[in-house]
């Protein structure tokens, strides 16, 4: 099963040096998730090759403009090309007003449902739920109320051998057993023992989105021995009292944190304006942890 993201945008508060601000396409099983929505974020889905009409959840972090000016864009232009099918958006509850207040003096009515979930940034909780994965906030510290969101892929049930199940003439109708793991006892007087018919399908992984916040030990717990953990690195830790002012995290503290919490790989980005090279923040970050990749614009990072 698919589970890769494709970074929009990785510009902190401006689009700069070709950076566009933030916004990434989690892929899971064909499906498509919208985290974060800055300025921007269509033309970027264009430019990589993805349809916006398959978009059908979008994750709004918080409501600092660089994370969500594409949206009223986004969902302007799926409507004007004839979207029907509904689209659900998670975010904090000031969102919806905002967008109502501009689709009313736009005089847009809208030609699909929106279904709107208000999210809390006090404690974590479980917002979504498919056949695929779950979704749960990740409470962030920030100056205004910002989440996180942790995609956690489900267990997928185990594959069958099928040459094996083939060449032992046992029937179809069993299969769907054995793929759940069930040992069977055959009409025929055969016992079929499941782990000699079937093989365990592949861990599950589990991706954590961080964007924006202070270096702040209580949401460690939340992230805690993720695949891919995706954090703000928005300074050199040379700028500490800036990041700290701004509640904006350093790369060295990002690579900490992926340390502290046991994360197999580092993805940074949100990156402050004032770097027009991004090589010492990736530097910086793998000084510490050395599984760190720059968040790069168009690449698509595998789960
Ligand atoms: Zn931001
Ligand atoms: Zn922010």
Do not use: W
Not at 57 to 81: A, K, P, R, T
Not at 241 to 267: C, E, F, P
Not at 272 to 301: C, M, N, W
């Amino acid at each position: 099963m698919k589970f890769e993201v494709t970074i929009l945008g990785s510009s902190s508060a401006t689009p700069v040096y070709n950076r566009n601000p933030t916004a990434q396409l989690l892929n899971c099983n064909e499906k498509f998730y919208l985290i974060d929505c800055g300025e921007g974020t269509q033309q970027q889905l264009m430019k990589f090759g993805f349809k916006a009409s398959k978009i059908d959840f979008v994750f709004i972090s918080h409501l600092h403009g660089d994370h969500y000016f594409g949206l009223i864009g986004l969902l302007s232009s799926l409507h004007l090309n004839g979207r029907i099918k509904p689209i659900k958006i998670f975010a904090p509850a000031a969102l919806l007003e905002i967008l109502t207040i501009q689709f009313k003096y736009s005089e847009t009515v809208i030609r699909y449902p929106i279904e709107f979930i208000a999210t809390e940034a006090d404690e974590s909780r479980q917002i979504f739920e498919n056949a695929d994965m779950t979704v749960e906030t990740i409470v962030l510290n920030h100056r205004i109320p910002c989440t996180g969101f942790k995609f956690v892929q489900k267990k997928r049930l185990r594959k069958l051998i099928i040459e094996k199940l083939e060449s032992e003439n046992i029937d179809v109708e069993y299969y769907p057993l054995l793929k759940r793991g069930v040992d069977l006892a055959l009409p025929d007087g055969r016992a079929l023992l499941n782990s000699d018919y079937t093989i365990d399908s592949e861990k599950p992984k589990t991706y954590c989105y961080c964007s924006d916040t202070l270096f702040d030990e209580r949401y460690f717990n939340s992230i805690r021995d993720c695949d891919t953990l995706y954090h703000e690195s928005t300074f050199l830790h040379e700028m500490l009292d800036r990041a700290n002012q701004t509640h904006h995290t350093t790369a060295l503290q990002a690579a900490q944190i992926a340390k502290m919490t046991g994360a197999a790989k580092l993805l940074i980005g949100h990156f402050s304006s004032r770097y027009k090279t991004l090589q010492p923040l990736l530097d910086e970050a793998i000084s510490v942890f050395e599984h760190t990749e720059i968040a790069l614009e168009g690449v698509t990072y595998s789960i």
